[in-house]
């Protein structure tokens, strides 16, 4: 009687139940571990992504504050210009529309309404004093306003004179025909618009008027009760009429010689500050020309401070942060050193990163010290 023989299993043949679940177990782990790369690698790549924006934000901010900081006090008179002053008077405006919104908390010209080439402008820099959260604290967040000379419209290439009676409430003006080509009409593509402000020089004075309506082709009005209250016709002096009583009206109207004219030039009067739109958006840095509406600068600026180089008694006071406020006169401002931060959000703003951006600008056309003498 034969035996009855079995088939023993080859293992070479497949993988035990014990093996399967350690392969299994080893490739999760592997997957886990491959995804969690994945996500690193991708917030990595956020990161650097939000930070080279906020940097490129933050060096555009920089590149045109240093271009009108730069060009302070240019084209204005040594050691700036008095405003409507005396009787009747009362204090002119700057970081405001011409329909009369500031942007700025403390918005009146310092030291009796003195247009100086720089305005510094210590804690004064947040519209409506609002807080910015992520602010570094002590917060302290500055505005700045500069004044200088346009150079680029030839509004200087016009005879202008007061009319008749106008009481320097508004110019004449024609176009000088000793230039050729002949200058570029008041009214057209970069010229002037309502809010601008004019320097006029006449009679040994100098004053500013704000432009209140849309100039025409021969005429610029400066009415009472503009935005940044500079005309002011019922001011003793530092006004446009105190010119038009010195230097005399319009021989004819428009002028077609120099006589009885004026000097005229458009001034910018420029103001930095940050704004903290609604709808939760983040801090932005805004610029705001004359009496114009400002504009946005760059985003996500949570921080501004300027400090100044100033001389005083013939010392100088390296960054001094409120010249104003330690009874310094802006006149004596030699540099002016600035820091921006940013803030760079990542994706539902879990996580961020703050960066500083400092530089110095000399105010090459502010007060002039000859260290050899």
């Keep these: 009687m034969g035996r009855m023989k079995t088939n023993k299993q080859d293992s070479r043949l497949g993988f035990t139940l014990l093996e399967l679940m350690v392969s299994m177990a080893l490739g999760l782990i592997v997957m886990a571990s491959l995804a969690s790369l994945f996500r690193t690698g991708m917030t990595s790549t956020m990161l650097v992504t939000q930070r080279a924006q906020t940097q490129m934000d933050m060096r555009a901010a920089m590149d045109l504050m240093v271009q009108d900081i730069g060009m302070a006090g240019a084209g204005l008179p040594t050691g700036g210009i008095q405003l409507p002053t005396g009787t009747g008077s009362s204090a002119s405006k700057f970081g405001c529309e011409l329909g009369g919104t500031c942007h700025v908390p403390n918005f009146n010209y310092p030291a009796g309404n003195?247009?100086?080439?720089?305005?510094?402008?210590?804690?004064?820099?947040?519209?409506?004093?609002?807080?910015?959260?992520?602010?570094?604290?002590?917060?302290?967040?500055?505005?700045?306003?500069?004044?200088?000379?346009?150079?680029?419209?030839?509004?200087?290439?016009?005879?202008?004179?007061?009319?008749?009676?106008?009481?320097?409430?508004?110019?004449?003006?024609?176009?000088?025909?000793?230039?050729?080509?002949?200058?570029?009409?008041?009214?057209?593509?970069?010229?002037?618009?309502?809010?601008?402000?004019i320097m006029v020089s006449g009679g040994g004075l100098t004053a500013i008027g704000e432009v209140t309506t849309a100039p025409t082709v021969s005429t610029l009005t400066f009415a009472n009760l503009d935005g940044l209250n500079i005309n002011q016709s019922g001011a003793a002096s530092g006004n446009l009429k105190a010119i038009q009583s010195a230097v005399g009206s319009c021989v004819a109207n428009p002028p077609t010689s120099s006589a009885?004219?004026?000097?005229?030039?458009?001034?910018?009067?420029?103001?930095?500050?940050?704004?903290?739109?609604?709808?939760?958006?983040?801090?932005?840095?805004?610029?705001?020309?004359?009496g114009l509406a400002p504009v946005p600068v760059a985003d996500d600026i949570i921080n501004l401070q300027f400090a100044y180089d100033v001389y005083n008694g013939g010392a100088l006071d390296a960054n001094q942060s409120n010249p104003l406020g330690a009874a310094e006169s802006p006149n004596n401002i030699q540099k002016v050193n600035i820091v921006v931060m940013g803030q760079s959000i990542t994706q539902n703003s879990k996580n961020s990163q703050n960066m500083y951006l400092a530089t110095s600008v000399s105010a090459r056309n502010m007060t002039f010290r000859n260290r050899y003498q």
Excluded: H, K
């Excluded at 008041?186 to 002037?192: D, E, L, V, Y």
């Design 114 to 197: 003195f247009l100086y080439g720089i305005i510094p402008g210590f804690s004064n820099g947040v519209e409506g004093n609002a807080s910015i959260p992520a602010a570094p604290t002590p917060t302290v967040n500055d505005s700045i306003t500069v004044i200088y000379a346009d150079y680029n419209f030839p509004i200087w290439e016009y005879w202008a004179c007061f009319p008749t009676g106008s009481n320097g409430a508004s110019l004449a003006l024609a176009a000088n025909t000793a230039y050729n080509p002949a200058p570029t009409a008041i009214n057209g593509a970069g010229g002037i618009q309502a809010g601008d402000l």
């Design 260 to 290: 009885n004219t004026v000097g005229v030039y458009r001034i910018f009067a420029v103001t930095y500050y940050l704004t903290l739109p609604g709808g939760g958006q983040s801090p932005r840095l805004m610029r705001q020309v004359n």
